[in-house]
């Protein structure tokens, strides 16, 4: 099972945030903030129907994260945790994750808002977000649980870049 | 940016589910299918401070799907539809996202609910939920907005096998 997968972008993400510091930390954090993001011609027509969706998931590779790290400090904590309980970056496969509010759609373009993402990030796939497919509003959160209150007021140092 | 980007599977997924027809389409239908999630152990420091999640993100290939089409008629539409407004596996890059609920870790070994996830899908990427993080309660959601209520009791056809 150690077999390589390859994916290709199907476009680029642009937003405002050109540097890992400052960046904010998850789309809780980035309220209102506007991109954009580019559909390679090639796929446009897969983007047929998605403008009745109020929110999208986006799936993109972290393209400034180099190498990984299985025990990381994150952003929201000063003690190190297991890779695998962190949103960071620094992931044996460095994908991202996001849901963004959907504004209009033009030639192949998303305008977007509540973007936590790097500009130029390549984005390798856009899913529908559906509540009722996307997790309970109920959980437990480890050691995020208090953080995650707060976690709207935080902004990324760059310990990741 | 058509650069290929290569991953590697950190694990795999054991789950009833067997063959693509009859497969639940969503963790949402899967409620209470039991499977295991056994990561390699290169990668288990990574999920320190992870059972302390009652709910976790799985991005796994779609090892199943070959090829992909930018037009698909969806388990619950009888209506082509643009992939990216879709969750169906034949993606430009086929990555699937389950949220699951976690029971418990032994041995590098995640025992988990509500799987709706074929036998032997190469995991990529876990990573904890936050429901603050991970979108809104309330969404609109396109051509999903009467059959998102009835999807509980839908399963998959075979027809991305």
Redesign the interface.
């Known amino acids: 099972?150690?077999?390589?997968?390859?994916?290709?972008?199907?476009g680029?993400v642009h937003s405002p945030h050109r540097r890992p510091r400052g960046t904010p930390i998850?789309?809780?954090t980035a309220a209102g903030v506007p991109g954009t993001v580019e559909?390679?011609e090639e796929?446009r027509?897969?983007?047929?129907?998605?403008?009745?969706?109020?929110?999208i998931?986006l799936?993109y590779?972290f393209h400034r994260s180099k190498g990984f790290s299985?025990?990381v400090v994150p952003f929201l904590d000063t003690r190190p945790?297991?890779?695998?309980?962190?949103?960071a970056p620094k992931?044996?496969?460095p994908?991202g994750?996001s849901?963004v509010r959907l504004k209009r759609i033009e030639n192949g373009v998303l305008h977007v808002r509540n973007v936590d993402i790097l500009d130029n990030t390549?984005l390798?796939?856009?899913?529908?977000?559906?509540?009722?497919?996307?997790?309970?509003?109920?959980?437990?959160?480890?050691?995020?649980?208090k953080a995650?209150?707060t976690?709207r007021r935080r902004k990324a140092d760059g310990r990741f870049a």
Chains 1, 2 share one sequence.
């Open positions: 099972m150690s077999t390589k997968i390859a994916y290709t972008p199907i680029i998850q789309p809780a559909v390679f796929y027509e897969g983007l047929r129907d998605l403008e009745g969706f109020s929110h998931v799936l590779h299985l025990r945790r297991g890779v695998f309980a962190t949103r992931r044996p496969n994908i994750l849901v390549p390798l796939d856009i899913k529908p977000y559906v509540p009722e497919f996307d997790g309970p509003t109920e959980a437990r959160t480890g050691w995020l649980e995650r209150k976690a």
